[in-house]
């Protein structure tokens, strides 16, 4: 057995007392309140850490200063992304992988993460994008009949279009229909299932003897298009490596991949990883799109997004104003701070906010409403554009074809 897969049996044994979190591809959970601890998950996984030096080294080779949600720390560990930016430097041909798993028919704030990054290193590198829509693995784990899962596939991938990306550069795929209309996709399911036995898988992802076979047949599927030759409308028989940007909790699944992908002739996929984005009530869970009240979606009105950060945004502050002005914020836990660090450019005005809410000067209500006046034109936005995606648009995007 490969050191990666072994270190996947090992990372996701839930009884390890070394660790205060736990983390696999369906659940987050932390004591702490300021959430997972990512240096301990890093070490847990086996992962690197990315640092000033690969950062600086990004910004030399693309020409580019890091994005905002790279150089806070957001997208915080990696594997390989060394190698991505040589091939980048020498004129060798890659391309950006993600997926999106559809359990509701909105998606939330916390799902615009990965793929503003992605947009914008799609952008940086003029690469193509796959991106996979895995409603049959959300059929499998959660009480979803096919056709509502379908469902909601379809419409993600309109919020997901309403992101920007350029048509003739992505492709978005359901698991539903294109598994079935591209025999090349399902042999190189086959080839990936082949490699992994039923004893790595039950250590991989913690399945036992009650778990339902589509589950355990399932890693093969959401590795598969870390396969060039998996899109032969795109890549044709070429085997190109990809760059994965996902959350750390997706991190099982390809490090089943990159030990499975040199046994059958293809490169390891390279990873970029994201932290969670926390939930309305704190960073020990993770935003949900099944638990309302814990999540803005991005459908939500405006006066949705008010109410819910006024109701249940979990506040750093203290119980009352003179204590507030006295000890000031905690903006380590207040929710409000750490959603403005994901959404708010401008690095002087967040740190002054920082400054202010953490010497008391800037009370938890002034501090809510900063956000609310920084999420709403980004909800406004997204909504705008999510009104223009037709069902034309859509199938355009969903149109196996070649990327220019």
């Known amino acids: 057995m490969s050191g990666e897969l072994s ?66 720390g957001f997208f915080f560990s990696h594997r390989d992304l060394q190698l991505i930016l040589n091939r980048y430097e020498t004129g060798k041909p890659f391309y950006l992988y993600t997926g999106r798993g559809p359990s509701s028919l909105s998606m939330h704030l916390g799902h615009l993460i990965p793929f503003t990054l992605c947009k914008w290193l799609q952008d940086v590198f003029n690469v193509p994008l796959v991106i996979q829509l895995t409603d049959d693995e959300k059929t499998l784990w959660k009480d979803l009949k096919v056709e509502e899962a379908y469902k909601m596939a379809l419409e993600n991938a309109k919020d997901i279009i309403a992101c920007g990306f350029n048509v003739n550069k992505t492709f978005i795929f359901s ?35 009650s778990t339902v076979i589509g589950k355990i047949a399932f890693p093969a599927v959401q590795a598969a298009p870390a396969l060039s030759t998996s899109f032969p409308d795109i890549f044709g028989d070429k085997k190109i490596p990809c760059l994965i940007p996902c959350a750390i909790d997706q991190d099982p699944y390809f490090r089943m991949t990159r030990d499975v992908c040199p046994r059958i002739g293809f490169d390891k996929p390279a990873l970029l990883h994201s932290k969670f984005f926390p939930a309305l009530q704190g960073a020990k869970t993770k935003m949900s799109a099944s638990e309302a009240n814990s999540t803005i979606y991005v459908n939500d009105t405006p006066k949705q997004l008010k109410n819910k950060i006024n109701k249940y945004a979990f506040s750093g502050g203290q119980a009352t104003v003179e204590e507030h002005r006295e000890i000031g914020g905690n903006c380590d836990v207040d929710i409000s701070y750490q959603y403005l660090r994901f959404f708010l450019d401008d690095d002087d005005k967040l740190e002054q906010i920082r400054k202010d809410y953490t010497s008391g000067k800037l009370l938890t209500g002034e501090l809510k409403k900063i956000l609310i006046d920084t999420l709403t034109p980004v909800l406004v936005q997204h909504q705008e554009n999510r009104a223009k995606i037709t069902d034309d648009v859509l199938e355009k995007f969903m149109t196996p074809r070649k990327l220019l």
Do not use: M
Request: glycine share 4%.
């Open 175 to 209: 698991d539903f229909t294109y598994l079935g209309q591209r025999s090349e996709f399902y042999r190189n399911v086959i080839r990936i299932q082949k490699c992994v036995t039923f004893n790595q898988v039950k250590g991989i992802f913690g399945f036992d003897d």
């Open 7 to 72: 270190n996947n049996i090992r990372s996701l044994s839930i009884d390890e007392k070394e660790y205060d979190d736990f983390v696999d591809p369906w659940n987050v959970v932390s004591k702490a309140d300021t959430g997972v601890d990512y240096d301990k998950l890093i070490k847990r996984f086996g992962s690197s850490k990315i640092d000033d030096e690969l950062l600086s080294r990004f910004e030399k080779v693309t020409n580019k200063p890091a994005h905002h949600l790279l150089r806070r």
